[in-house]
């Protein structure tokens, strides 16, 4: 009787590790009900140490239709496909495939695929993360929270038709200028300018990329002084990037002086960028959030929506014109949509790539929102924008009559 007891209790105990109290789980903001369409529910648990849930609720909800889910027995794999992307899972089995662009990998799971009064629960982590979010564990509230980057882009979508347009056009060729004066209200003879134009000449063949790019650099500040007098007053160059490396080849004396030969190859580690040469706007917005999942909690989306829409608002309507007037710097949070992170950003747009590879290779600077406006606390901005052109023009300026001035010009045609 002692060892049926001893028994009991082991199996008990055994049965408590695996399968823990129900917790939660918030995609967006919100929490998710697993009650299905005959009123069942069977909610999210923890099996094995890691979260299990209904397996078609959860790919609906992050945008997979039932039209793209397979699922006939037990005995069969539960198949689904979202854009570039098919997941293959079994009941019963740690093993899951993932193809994507039609790259098979094959993926070992904590947790297998269960069936739990009458409904497959599947692992989050591995549905949400395959389909690309980014998935989170509050502890303090038992809840699995999930951030699902299309919601920002369907925002997008809906509230700045004009932006969304400009970030998506694929532009043959693309004009842009940056401008940075500096004045001084008391004394002009410090006054100075620095201006940056050029072209892009884009062109694709499979998946790679050429870019033919003429640089300018010409006014009065001491840095475009040193770069005139040193012979880099224009380069020129063709970039090419493949899946593996940028090959940047050198068109004229200008960037020769610079590289010290005709043509470098860079590995992509090299460039200390985030994100890729093809990443989609998707992979933008990730990466530009780039939130680590220690720190996510139920709050998280919250504070991401709030930056995005307080953003967003600068770029409403189809043409925007908008004029802010005076801001101090100290009353703008931004804990994720920080605009200067775009340094380190390489994504499916011809300037950011252009942007990205010479600021990494040349400049080899980045500046933070605190740096850019730590001295010039008073923010005034302009935008222009439709669907191709993009004009902005940022005045900062401080309480010792001190101002800079930053016009940033883009054309994509």
């Known amino acids: 009787m002692k060892k049926i007891i001893c028994l009991f209790v082991i199996l008990l105990s055994l049965t408590s590790s695996a ?85 098979e990998k094959t993926i070992t799971l904590d947790s297998a695929p269960v069936i739990i009064e009458g409904r497959t629960l599947v692992p ?8 690309g979010n980014t998935v989170g564990w509050d502890s303090a509230n038992a809840t ?36 940075r004066n500096y004045f001084d209200d008391e004394d002009s003879t410090k006054n100075d300018s620095a201006i940056v134009s050029g072209q892009i000449i884009e062109s694709r063949s499979g998946n790679n990329v050429t ?17 005139i007098s040193e012979g880099w007053a224009n380069i020129q160059f063709e970039n090419t990037y493949t ?42 917005f990730k990466t530009l959030c780039n939130v680590e999942e220690s720190s996510i909690n139920i709050s998280t989306f919250d504070t991401l929506n709030n930056e995005f829409n307080n953003l967003l608002k600068l770029f409403n309507g189809t043409d925007t014109k908008l004029y802010t007037g005076n801001k101090n710097s100290n009353d703008i949070e931004l804990n994720y949509f920080d605009f200067t ?30 740096e850019l406006s730590y001295d010039y606390p008073t923010i005034n901005i302009e935008i222009n924008l439709n669907n191709s052109e993009l004009n902005i023009d940022l005045k900062l300026s401080n309480e010792y009559n001190e101002r800079i001035e ?5 054309n994509k045609i």
């Open 243 to 284: 899946e593996k490396s940028i090959v940047s080849k050198a068109l004229n004396d200008g960037l020769k002086k610079i590289y010290g030969i005709e043509q470098l190859t860079f590995d992509y580690s090299e460039l200390e960028c985030s994100g890729s040469y093809d990443a989609s706007l998707y992979e933008l």
């Open 124 to 131: 989050l982590r591995f549905i949400a993360e395959s389909l």
């Open 144 to 179: 699995a929270v999930i951030i699902d980057y299309n919601y920002f882009i369907n925002n997008l979508k809906n509230k700045s038709v004009s932006l969304y347009n400009f970030l998506t056009k694929d532009a043959a060729e693309t004009n842009f200028s940056i401008t």
């Open 19 to 103: 399968y823990a109290a129900d917790v939660n789980v918030q995609i967006n903001g919100k929490i998710i009900d697993f009650t299905d369409s005959q009123g069942n529910k069977v909610n999210a648990q923890i099996i094995n140490e890691r979260t299990m849930v209904p397996f078609r609720k959860i790919f609906n909800e992050l945008g997979v239709v039932d039209e793209n889910i397979t699922y006939t027995s037990s005995e069969e794999p539960i198949t689904a496909k979202k854009d570039n992307v098919e997941i293959i899972i079994q009941i019963g089995s740690t093993t899951a495939k993932k193809i994507e662009n039609g790259v």
């Open 341 to 370: 992170k775009f340094d380190n950003i390489i994504w499916d747009d011809s300037v950011s790539r252009v942007y990205s590879f010479i600021n990494s290779q040349i400049f080899k600077y980045d500046i933070t929102l605190e």
């Open 406 to 410: 930053y016009i940033v010009k883009i």
């Open 211 to 227: 870019q033919n790019v003429t640089m300018n650099f010409d006014g009065t500040n001491e840095v475009i002084k040193e770069i």
